[in-house]
């Protein structure tokens, strides 16, 4: 049982490279979420998918694009990295869509953008 | 701006002791609350969630929540060293198409030998 997998677990990136981090997940779940964690600021959400074909804005989307390729998968890609998204991202997914059941996260994937 | 506040600590106990790690909140109308553990380079890992008014315990853990005064807590008896990590206190916001988890900057606790 994998639950939440994320590649790559690292990346360093140049200034204005792009790419995309990939997170599946194995438990049925309809809801998935992409975050980032910086010292000193917590957890913020950038995206969420409520269910398969439907994506939100969280409470830092720019610079990101989300995809909600199917009902296990939602990768986050950055078109034009910055400096200021050095960070670590964690994908998670929840169960029934309302996240009353709290969340599974993925291992995370540290960026390091230079 | 919905917040969750929390003290960043950090937070010392010796072993055995407990440990009381405390959260606010600022929307009245949140009805779901989360403690989740997170290991120094590692992921948070849900440990207790709690949806009414008083104490859940669980093992060494105890929530508490009181609505009236929008404050959650999180009691751990018996600290041991393997409880040092930093805890997360998380609410769920309902908002747009369906509810997402907004989270303190967590309280980080060391538990000394």
């Known amino acids: 049982n994998a639950g939440v997998t994320q590649t790559p677990k690292f990346q360093v990136l140049k200034t204005g490279q792009s790419m995309t981090l990939q997170c599946a997940q194995d438990?049925?779940?309809?809801?998935m979420y992409w975050y980032r964690q910086d010292p000193g600021m917590g957890l913020r959400l950038i995206y969420y998918?409520?269910?398969?074909?439907?994506?939100d804005k969280g409470e830092v989307p720019n610079g990101y694009n989300v995809s909600r390729l199917n009902k296990r998968e939602f990768s986050l890609r950055l078109e034009s990295a910055a400096p200021s998204q050095t960070s670590v991202y964690f994908c998670?997914?929840?169960?029934?869509?309302?996240?009353?059941?709290?969340?599974?996260f993925g291992s995370g994937t540290r960026l390091t953008v230079v | 701006q919905k917040e969750v506040e929390q003290n960043s600590g950090p937070l010392s106990v010796p072993e055995g002791a407990i440990a009381s790690l405390n959260c606010t909140y600022s929307?009245?109308?949140?009805?779901?609350f989360f403690w989740y553990r997170q290991y120094s380079g590692k992921s948070p890992e849900l440990i207790m969630s709690?949806?009414?008014?008083g104490d859940k315990e669980d093992g060494r853990f105890t929530a508490q929540l009181n609505k009236a005064s929008q404050y959650v807590s999180l009691l751990i008896r018996d600290s041991q060293p393997s409880d040092s990590a930093t805890y997360l206190c998380?609410?769920?916001?309902?908002?747009?198409?369906?509810?997402?988890?907004?989270f303190g900057k967590g309280t980080k606790l060391s538990v000394k030998p």
């Open positions: 998670a997914s929840s169960e029934q869509g309302t996240a009353n059941y709290g969340y599974t």
């Open positions: 929307d009245r109308v949140s009805q779901s």
């Open positions: 998918s409520a269910s398969e074909g439907t994506t």
């Open positions: 438990m049925n779940h309809n809801s």
């Open positions: 709690i949806y009414s008014n």
């Open positions: 998380a609410v769920l916001n309902y908002g747009g198409s369906q509810g997402n988890l907004i």
